[in-house]
């Protein structure tokens, strides 16, 4: 697990600052223990230059703790169609269009299942873990759906990817912990 200092925690409390740009945009010397990712990574049409910067921004042992949706889960999360993100962007696009009448999927498009998510990382100096949250009560976590048979769904996933990892290639997305080596 890691364990985040009380210290640190208040110290950053007072220098929080939000700012909105392109990470591969952004310009600062400035270096940070702590970079928040969270359902970003489906719409970087270049990754690896984006976790290029990332990574250069981190400080030595620095995390990022990011969630992604898992490009093979059965219903897509932005549009909820099945097999959406399975298919190749032509197709999704039509599939889309008559759908939803929404033109372009190419936004949504970038997404990696476990494997791709584990091969992606992998290039870089780190250490990651795939994690389920000790509350499991998200909807991030389940189906967004309180029904019995999503909740049983639920229910199953994560007691099968708690016995063994491969089930994480059937999960609905990903929570990942990156620490910078």
Not at 36 to 51: I, Q, R, W, Y
Not at 139 to 149: D, E, F, I, K, R
Request: net charge positive.
């Amino acid at each position: 697990g890691y364990e985040v200092s009380i210290k640190k925690m208040l110290r950053g409390k007072k220098n929080l600052s939000f700012i909105h740009s392109k990470i591969e945009d952004y310009k600062t010397t400035q270096k940070f223990d702590l970079i928040v990712h969270l359902t970003v990574f489906e719409h970087m049409n270049n990754p690896k230059a984006g976790f290029d910067r990332i990574f250069a921004l981190l400080e030595p042992d620095g995390v990022i703790f990011l969630t992604a949706p898992n490009k093979y889960w059965i219903f897509e999360q932005h549009y909820g169609l099945p097999f959406l993100g399975w298919l190749p962007l032509p197709l999704a696009n039509l599939y889309l269009k008559l759908a939803k009448g929404v033109e372009s999927y190419e936004d949504c498009s970038y997404s990696r299942g476990y494997g791709g998510m584990k091969s992606f990382f992998d290039r870089y100096d780190c250490e990651y873990e795939f994690i389920i949250p000790k509350d499991t009560s998200g909807a991030y976590v389940g189906c967004g759906n309180s029904q019995p048979l999503f909740s049983f769904i639920k229910w199953l996933g994560i007691r099968l990817i708690k016995m063994n990892p491969f089930f994480w290639n059937f999960s609905k997305g990903f929570i990942m912990i990156i620490r910078k080596k």
